[in-house]
């Protein structure tokens, strides 16, 4: 099994910057692939970025693209999504997902969930 707990979401205003971390424990040596989803209120769960554990490759939302950057930290088994000019829209609950999938942007496809860090953007 492996345990995700996000951290780092906060209150910041609109064009400000935030940066998640996702630490990871247990079997960490079955993440091939780690993912940011996020659920605002009345919204679908959306793919926001996923990296592969191994190597460089990283995918981003078009709507986050440019904005947001995922790295990790294979020693410290942590994820971190910087994200800066933050935007209004970017409010939600933002979640951790790891597994061995090669389908990044599927939700449904991850094996291992975080409990969620609430990211709120005001104007």
């Known amino acids: 099994q492996v345990q995700l707990v996000e951290s780092g979401g906060g209150l910041v205003q609109a064009g400000g910057s935030l940066r998640l971390s996702c630490a990871a424990s247990?079997?960490?040596?079955?993440?091939?692939?780690m993912g940011w989803f996020r659920q605002a209120p009345g919204k679908e769960r959306e793919f926001v970025a996923a990296?592969?554990?191994?190597?460089?490759?990283?995918y981003y939302a078009d709507s986050v693209k440019g904005r947001f950057t995922f790295s990790r930290d294979n020693v410290k088994n942590t994820g971190y999504l910087q994200m800066n000019s933050l935007k209004p829209e970017d409010t939600a609950v933002y979640y951790c997902?790891?597994?061995?999938?090669?389908?990044?942007?599927?939700?449904?496809?991850?094996?291992?969930w975080g409990q969620g860090t609430q990211v709120t953007v005001s104007s």
């Open positions: 247990g079997n960490t040596f079955r993440i091939y692939t």
């Open positions: 997902a790891a597994g061995r999938s090669n389908l990044y942007f599927a939700g449904n496809e991850y094996d291992y």
């Open positions: 990296i592969r554990w191994s190597g460089t490759n990283s």
